[in-house]
């Protein structure tokens, strides 16, 4: 049986990106949804991008590495009820998108910042409401306690990171969206969908971590 966190930390430092992109990188054409469109038609938010930034958190568990999700409290104005990332805008008070990530992780899950390892940043994505966000992985502590915070988070969960890295579980879907066809990236883990930003940054770090096979090691 190989190590697995071992073979994880090996290929997040070689794959990863060490520093985060800066305001003044070429980003004008970053992933998103509008890039699985076949035909190159769909209308890619103009900037100026608001920016914002998500935690990626892995976790060791005896089974294997595992990665933390939320799903969304039922009453927010966007995107109520959706599994995500902890994560939200960068605020001018933040002094990098890490800073971002781990402060809204902390209001959000109750995650103490210090407590998280940081590996290093994913592609930018470009969100159709026109967010640019960038991903932050990082390692949380298997003792980590995490606690909703009500207003915003319904429920924690966590998914085995191979379930996540399997290239045949994302399903390339499509919906009419103000008034134009959208395409992404949807997957399942027992009962709960994960798709669109989520499920677009999530195949991402597969693409990162994992691109010479279509299926996670069982390690």
Do not use: C
């Amino acid at each position: 049986m190989s190590d697995t966190r071992a073979d994880f930390l090996a290929r997040a430092a070689s794959h990863l990106s060490p520093d985060p992109p800066g305001p003044d990188d070429p980003t004008s054409n970053p992933r998103g949804d509008h890039s699985l469109d076949p035909d190159g038609s769909a209308v890619i938010p103009p900037p100026p991008h608001r920016r914002a930034a998500v935690l990626v958190p892995v976790v060791f568990r005896v089974g294997g590495p595992r990665l933390v999700l939320t799903q969304r409290a039922a009453n927010l104005r966007d995107h109520s009820g959706q599994v995500a990332l902890p994560g939200g805008k960068i605020d001018p008070a933040d002094p990098g998108p890490a800073d971002a990530a781990l402060r809204e992780a902390h209001e959000e899950i109750g995650l103490a910042p210090e407590s998280v390892r940081l590996l290093g940043y994913l592609d930018p994505y470009l969100s159709g409401t026109g967010f640019l966000v960038t991903p932050v992985i990082g390692i949380v502590p298997d003792d980590a306690a995490f606690t909703p915070n009500p207003s915003e988070v319904a429920d924690v969960f966590e998914v085995p990171l191979p379930v996540l890295m399997d290239r045949e579980r994302y399903v390339l879907e499509a919906r009419v969206w103000q008034g134009r066809t959208r395409r992404y990236y949807a997957l399942t883990f027992e009962d709960r969908l994960i798709w669109g930003v989520t499920a677009g940054i999530l195949n991402n770090l597969r693409e990162r971590l994992y691109p010479e096979t279509s299926t996670h090691p069982a390690g």
